[in-house]
């Protein structure tokens, strides 16, 4: 059993910048691969960037490339999302996932 529980959402301008956490319980997190989903008003859940067990390998939707940096500290069972230059249609409840296990997800509100 994974538990993950996000947190670092809020309210920001455009071009700001926000840093989400994720901190992963349970025994796989150092040799799992993770990532972040985000669900926008009206769409559906989209993915938004993964990492691999070690953090070697990323991978990033199109959308958020260049703007948003996913990395982690598996001493501290934690992923992060560092999300810059951010954009109203960034505007999402941001979810971390491993396997078949889901936060319950940050709200991130950018205002234009």
């Known amino acids: 059993q994974v538990q993950l529980v996000e947190s670092g959402g809020g309210l920001v301008q455009a071009g700001g910048s926000l840093r989400l956490s994720c901190v992963a319980s349970?025994?796989?997190?150092?040799?799992?691969?993770m990532a972040w989903f985000r669900q926008g008003p009206g769409k559906e859940r989209e993915f938004v960037a993964g990492i691999n067990w070690n953090g070697f390998n990323t991978n990033y939707a199109d959308s958020v490339k260049g703007r948003f940096t996913i990395s982690r500290d598996n001493a501290k069972n934690t992923v992060y999302l560092q999300m810059k230059t951010l954009k109203p249609e960034d505007t999402a409840v941001y979810y971390c996932n491993t396997f078949s296990f889901w936060g319950r997800g940050t709200q991130v509100t950018v205002s234009s």
């Open positions: 349970g025994r796989t997190f150092s040799s799992a691969g």
